[in-house]
T-cell receptor
Framework: GNSVTQMEGPVTLSEEAFLTINCTYT??????LFWYVQYPGEGLQLLLK?????DKGSNKGFEATYRKETTSFHLEKGSVQVSDSAVYFC????????????????FGKGTLLTVNP | DGGITQSPKYLFRKEGQNVTLSCEQN?????MYWYRQDPGQGLRLIYY???????QKGDIAEGYSVSREKKESFPLTVTSAQKNPTAFYLC????????????FGDGTRLSIL
C-alpha cells in the first residue's frame, strides 16, 4: 500500500534560518505529491504540489522537488519567519493505482515547526 | 468567497450520545471527505463521497455514519459505538475523486464529558 514518512519533529529554528523537512513515500503507481500546512486550531491549507517526476512545486518561499529516483519530496525554505510556525504535512495521491485507492490522500504524521524571533 | 464551513468549532458529547458534525461547501465540488486527526498522527480517512447519494467507508469507519443527500452537505454522525471519539475532525472536498488536491474546512474539536 501507499505510505508517507516525514521527519520527526518538533523542529525549532531561529528567524531567517534555512528549513528542510524530509518526506519520502512509497506508492504502487504514479503519485501526485503535496505539502499542506496547518496553523493552530485550523484546517489544512495546500502549500504546494507536484504531479510528475522532476516537477518543482513552490509557494510563499517554500519549494519541493519531486524526486522519483529517491522517492522523496523534501520541503525547503531559505529564510523562515515566525509566521511560518505551523504543522506541515506531506501527502500523496496515487491516481494510477489500479487497486482503486485513488480517491484519497495518504498523509504523513506531520512535522511541527516553531520559529523563534 | 467559496469554501468549506464546519460547525460547530467545539462540541462536547456525553457518554452514550450520538452527535452530528456539519460540513457544507459552496465550491460545487462532487467529492467530499471526512478525516480524523489525533495528536502526533496524520489524518485518517473515515468516509468519503464521490457524488450525491453515494458514500464509501474509509480506513476507520466503525462507529461513524454519514449521508450525502445534497451536493453541498456531508454531515458526519459520531455514534455511541465509537469508543474513543475525542479528536479533531476535518472535512474536505475536491472537484472529483480524480482531481486532487483537497480543500479543507477549519475542523471541529469533539470532546467527551
Amino acid at each position: 500500500g501507499n505510505s508517507v514518512t516525514q521527519m520527526e519533529g518538533p523542529v525549532t529554528l531561529s528567524e531567517e534560518a534555512f528549513l528542510t523537512i524530509n518526506c519520502t513515500y512509497t506508492a504502487t503507481g504514479y503519485p501526485s505529491l503535496f505539502w499542506y500546512v496547518q496553523y493552530p486550531g485550523e484546517g489544512l491549507q495546500l502549500l504546494l504540489k507536484a504531479t510528475k517526476a522532476d516537477d518543482k512545486g513552490s509557494n510563499k518561499g517554500f519549494e519541493a522537488t519531486y524526486r522519483k529516483e529517491t522517492t522523496s519530496f523534501h520541503l525547503e525554505k531559505g529564510s523562515v519567519q515566525v509566521s511560518d510556525s505551523a504543522v506541515y504535512f506531506c501527502a500523496l495521491s496515487d491516481l494510477q493505482n489500479s487497486g482503486g485507492s485513488n480517491y484519497k490522500l495518504t498523509f504523513g504524521k506531520g512535522t511541527l515547526l516553531t520559529v523563534n524571533p | 468567497d467559496g469554501g468549506i464551513t464546519q460547525s460547530p468549532k467545539y462540541l462536547f458529547r456525553k457518554e452514550g450520545q450520538n452527535v452530528t458534525l456539519s460540513c457544507e461547501q459552496n465550491l460545487n465540488h462532487d467529492a467530499m471527505y471526512w478525516y480524523r486527526q489525533d495528536p502526533g498522527q496524520g489524518l485518517r480517512l473515515i468516509y468519503y463521497s464521490q457524488i450525491v447519494n453515494d458514500f464509501q467507508k474509509g480506513d476507520i469507519a466503525e462507529g461513524y455514519s454519514v449521508s450525502r443527500e445534497k451536493k453541498e452537505s456531508f454531515p458526519l454522525t459520531v455514534t455511541s459505538a465509537q469508543k474513543n471519539p475525542t479528536a479533531f475532525y476535518l472535512c474536505a472536498s475536491s472537484m472529483d475523486r480524480l482531481n486532487q488536491p483537497q480543500h479543507f474546512g477549519d475542523g471541529t474539536r469533539l470532546s467527551i464529558l
